[in-house]
């Protein structure tokens, strides 16, 4: 829910509120991203929606928008721990753009962490690597961050 509301909601409902409210989410019937399966096992997960649905984008300084294109953002990712390392987050990332794509979704645009050294705890990269990003074909469109760049990917529909 950090994404989708206004931060003084976000912090007034904190916790138990903000699982209600993503459960009613849920519920509702709405996608609120992909899932990774190992066999039956629920491993990953990466949250995908068009950009209007992450409130905190709007506001943000340095993930404001680029232009006035339609995108669909990818902002998070989670790998249970067993199977980080793994490239599951390049095939959560694939997963994304095909789901865009059947929706009709023209552009992903993600904004990955560039960390400054080789690794960082991952608490941190929650909402993926950049060299992920670039593994499935993301380019980087501007950087208002040294850490944080803005990547998209351009849908080819046929």
């Known amino acids: 829910m950090w994404w989708r509301l206004p931060h003084s909601e976000f912090m007034q409902q904190r916790g ?3 699982k209600k409210a993503l459960k009613r989410l849920v519920d509702s019937g709405a ?4 899932l990774a399966y190992a066999k039956d096992q629920p491993i990953g997960w990466c949250a995908i929606a068009p950009r209007e ?3 905190r984008l709007e506001r943000s300084r340095i993930l404001k928008r680029v232009d006035e294109e339609p995108v669909w953002s990818v902002v998070c ?3 249970a721990k067993a199977f ?3 490239g599951i987050s390049v095939k959560l990332l ?3 753009v095909n789901y865009a ?3 009709g979704g023209k552009i992903v645009e993600g904004y990955p962490v560039e960390p400054k050294k080789d690794w960082k705890p991952d608490p941190f990269v929650y909402t993926g690597l950049a060299s992920a990003f670039r593994k499935v074909g993301f380019e980087e469109i501007i950087r208002r961050s040294e850490t ?3 990547m998209r990917y351009r849908i080819q529909h046929t």
């Open 94 to 96: 694939k997963a994304a």
């Open 16 to 18: 138990e509120g903000n």
């Open 53 to 55: 649905t992450f409130a």
């Open 148 to 150: 944080r760049p803005v």
């Open 31 to 34: 996608t609120l991203g992909i």
């Open 77 to 79: 990712f989670f790998v």
């Open 84 to 86: 980080r390392r793994k």
């Open 101 to 103: 794509k059947d929706q």
